[in-house]
């Protein structure tokens, strides 16, 4: 059976033991039940998507509510934003497992917003969301205007809106998506996109900075380092002195030597363009004198008989392994 198929058949006994269900200590202790039985079930590799199966079937199940409903709870996160009032299951239903701790509609305007509780946070029909700019207000409204003090509020990564972020309209929306469906607050969505970015940056300069010396010049040239960024400084190197071998060496007519140029180069190499002519530079006064000594222009390397230099010179095999 597939890990979704088995997050199917969790959530359908989950949203079954939901009937009927309006408090929330109750909810919170079958939704996290069936969660844990879904951890243990699903490999993690699949988790992420076993999680939104989960989720769908209990908004499925538990449909958004335009005005408070017992066995939920008011929110605007997520969706476009748009106020509404979802099932508490799907509050608990979050790999955010501090959330699991946050009870209560009170609890839960703090965590958003970070004030104290004892702030009056709730009505009777819908939650009153604590802003910054409101307690500031109400911090200030008997202070005489000349003696008011400047209220500061720091900007916190949990208090934090999806607008702070200054994302172009299509960027923010796929943000928004991503939430929705990853059940993910924005704080939490934020710290894991830095670790991921983070991650990836570090290992592309860790990856940058090994030495290729030591690599076979028939590895170098397999799909396993196509994308190392210093695979095209060394196979240039290599091309170039393989060019060399093969004028000196190989061959004693004119004819079939080869100029050494950015395009014989690229051949040999398959690197770009731009990136083989700004390594070129570094090499240039070589490539001249080796040019000039066997007199040869690129005109040498359009062949009579239509060969190609790389079918005539095998870097691999000429230069197999790096140049010290």
């Known amino acids: 059976m597939s890990d979704t198929n088995k997050a199917s058949q969790i959530a359908l006994k989950l949203t079954t033991q939901l009937q009927n269900l309006t408090d929330e200590l109750a909810i919170k202790e079958v939704t996290l039940k069936y969660w844990d ?3 243990k079930a699903v490999s993690d590799g699949n988790f992420s998507r076993c999680r939104t199966v989960l989720r769908k079937a209990i908004q499925s199940a538990f449909p958004d509510k335009n005005e408070a409903t017992p066995g939920y709870y008011f929110t605007k996160a997520g969706k476009g934003q748009v106020e509404r009032f979802e099932h508490l299951a799907l509050w608990y239903a979050t790999a955010s497992e501090e959330r699991w701790e946050v009870v209560g509609d009170d609890a839960r305007n703090q965590y958003f917003t970070g004030f104290s509780p004892s702030l009056e946070t709730a009505t009777e029909v819908k939650p009153e969301i604590i802003t910054e700019e409101n307690t500031a207000t109400e911090l200030t409204a008997n202070i005489p205007a000349e003696t008011k003090p400047e209220i500061t509020t ?11 972020l200054q994302l172009d309209a299509d960027t923010q929306q796929k943000v928004q998506d991503a939430l929705t469906h990853s059940g993910l607050s924005l704080a939490e969505f934020i710290q894991k996109a830095c670790t991921i970015y983070a991650t990836t940056l570090t290992g592309k300069a860790k990856q940058f900075d090994s030495d290729l010396s030591g690599v076979e010049t028939q ?26 071998i093969h004028n000196s060496e190989m061959v004693s007519e004119t004819g079939d030597r080869w100029h050494i140029n950015q395009t014989a180069i690229q051949s040999l190499t398959g690197s770009k363009p731009q990136t083989v002519k700004e390594i070129l530079t570094d090499y240039q006064d070589d490539i001249n004198s080796h040019n000039a000594t066997h007199e ?21 095999a000429l230069v197999p392994n790096g140049i010290e």
């Open 37 to 39: 039985e879904m951890k």
């Open 154 to 164: 720091e900007l916190t990564l949990e208090s934090m809106k999806i607008e702070a």
């Open 219 to 244: 590895e170098l040239l397999s799909a396993k380092y196509k994308t190392h960024p210093g695979r095209a400084r060394e196979m240039v190197k290599r091309a170039i002195q393989a060019i060399k």
């Open 296 to 316: 040869l222009t690129p005109y040498l390397n359009r062949k009579a008989d239509k060969r190609k230099i790389e079918d005539v010179i095998d870097v691999a």
